[in-house]
């Protein structure tokens, strides 16, 4: 990890990323265990986490905000849903359609993280040549 001041949105990027990474697998997994009885789906909520961890002043810039992030107790954390709601009788609630949806979802999202990774790079490059 990289620690400067003009890295702070990069290290965000980077964690994100990494937690969608994290959702991939696990929403992949689901997928793979459609027809386990009693499978419960898991999921990551990162995103709960990363709200929570920037705080909710509206006094505070963003920049403000990411600067004071303690990256390193951001983490993305699988957890299982538990919810007696199942589409089978069988107590699995993984309801392929919805999980094929959210897996394209995030994968969409994982993407634009991405590129706006290479946007950050960019612009340091751009501003090392003085351009």
């Not at 990027?13 to 419960?40: F, M, Q």
């Not at 986490?49 to 600067?67: C, F, H, I, P, Q």
């Not at 303690?70 to 919810?83: G, Q």
């Not at 107590?91 to 094929?100: A, L, S, Y």
Request: net charge neutral; charged share 25%; aromatic share 10%.
């Amino acid at each position: 990890m990289i620690n400067s001041n003009a890295f702070d949105y990069i290290n965000v990027l980077d964690k994100t990323a990494d937690a969608s990474w994290i959702r991939n697998e696990v929403l992949s997994n689901n997928l793979a265990n459609v027809n386990t009885p009693g499978y419960k789906r898991q999921d990551v909520a990162f995103e709960r986490e990363l709200e929570r961890a920037l705080g909710n002043s509206r006094y505070k810039t963003m920049d403000a905000k990411v600067s004071d992030l303690k990256i390193n107790r951001l983490k993305a954390r699988p957890y299982t849903d538990y919810s007696n709601f199942s589409y089978r009788m069988d107590g699995n609630n993984v309801d392929i359609d919805t999980e094929n949806v959210t897996l394209a979802a995030n994968q969409i999202k994982y993407q634009g993280v991405m590129l706006g990774i290479q946007s950050e790079f960019t612009n340091l490059q751009n501003a090392m040549r003085g351009q």
